[in-house]
C-alpha cells in the first residue's frame, strides 16, 4: 500500500511535499470523501455517555487514541440523493494516465451517477485540444489571433488546440501573438521559459510583459508591483 511520504506536488515554484498523515484535520478527512467540512460538526466520545464538541480543524495527531470521533452532518442533507462516495470507474485504455470526472448528481429517483473516465495521452489530448480547436472553428477565428499564457498546464492545452486549429485551416503560425505577465512571486520568471518554449515549438510570436510593460500597456501612472 502506497503512503503520503510517496507523494510531491510539483508547482512552477518548486516541489511541495503532502502533509504527513497526522497532520490532516478532520476537515481534510472530510474533504477527501468529498464531503464540505462546513456541513458538519466534530464530537468526541468519551465513553460516558455524553458528547465533546471538536473543531473540524484538529490534526489526527490530536485525537485521543482511545477514543471514538463522529462526524455529524448538521444541515438536512439527503446523502442517498447524492450519494458522493459511490463513484464507478470507465476505463478507456489499458495504460491511462488521465482522469476525467463526470458528476450528475440526484434526480427525482434519487439515482446520481458519478463517474470516473480513465484515459490515456492520446485520448486526453483529443479531447481537450479538439475542444479548443472546435471552439475557434465555430466562431471563424482568423488571425490575427492573441493569447494570455502563464506557462503552465493550462497554457500548454491552449497553444496545443490553437495550434491544431491553425494547422487545420492553413493560417500562419506566427499570426498567432502569446503573451506572458511577470512580475515575481505572483507571476514568476521560470514560467515565461515555459511559455516561451510552448510557443517556439507552435511556431507562435511570443512577448513577455514586465510591469512598466504593463503599465505602459493600460496607462497606468505606477506598474502593478508598486501598487
Not at 439527503?78 to 448528481?105: C, N, R, S
Not at 479538439?130 to 472553428?137: E, R, V, Y
Not at 477565428?141 to 490553437?162: E, F, M, R
Not at 492553413?170 to 512580475?183: K, R
Request: charged residues 20%; hydrophobic residues 40%; negative net charge.
Amino acid at each position: 500500500m502506497g503512503t503520503l511520504d510517496q507523494i510531491t506536488m510539483l508547482f512552477s515554484q518548486g516541489a511541495r511535499t503532502l502533509k504527513a498523515q497526522g497532520q490532516l484535520t478532520l476537515a481534510d478527512v472530510l474533504l477527501a470523501h468529498r464531503m464540505p467540512p462546513s456541513l458538519f460538526q466534530a464530537y468526541e466520545v468519551p465513553g460516558d455517555g455524553s458528547l465533546k464538541p471538536i473543531p473540524v480543524s484538529t490534526p489526527l495527531d490530536d485525537l485521543d487514541a482511545d477514543k471514538q470521533v463522529i462526524l455529524t452532518c448538521i444541515r438536512n442533507t439527503d446523502i442517498d440523493a447524492i450519494d458522493p462516495l459511490k463513484i464507478e470507474t470507465v476505463e478507456h485504455g489499458p495504460d491511462p494516465v488521465a482522469a476525467m470526472y463526470d458528476f450528475q448528481w440526484a434526480n427525482e429517483a434519487k439515482q446520481p451517477t458519478h463517474r470516473v473516465h480513465t484515459l490515456d495521452g492520446d485520448q486526453a489530448q483529443e479531447i481537450v485540444f479538439g475542444k479548443i480547436s472546435d471552439f475557434l472553428t465555430s466562431h471563424t477565428a482568423a488571425p490575427p489571433l492573441v493569447a494570455g499564457i502563464s506557462g503552465g498546464g493550462d497554457s500548454n492545452t491552449l497553444v496545443q488546440g490553437t495550434h491544431r486549429y491553425i494547422t487545420e485551416h492553413n493560417h500562419d503560425p506566427s499570426q498567432v501573438v502569446c503573451f506572458t505577465l511577470t512580475m515575481p512571486p505572483i507571476w514568476p520568471e521560470s514560467a515565461t521559459d515555459r511559455a516561451a518554449a510552448l510557443c517556439a515549438e507552435a511556431g507562435f510570436t511570443h512577448r513577455i510583459l514586465h510591469p512598466d510593460d504593463i503599465a505602459k500597456l493600460l496607462r497606468m501612472s505606477k506598474g502593478p508591483d508598486e501598487l
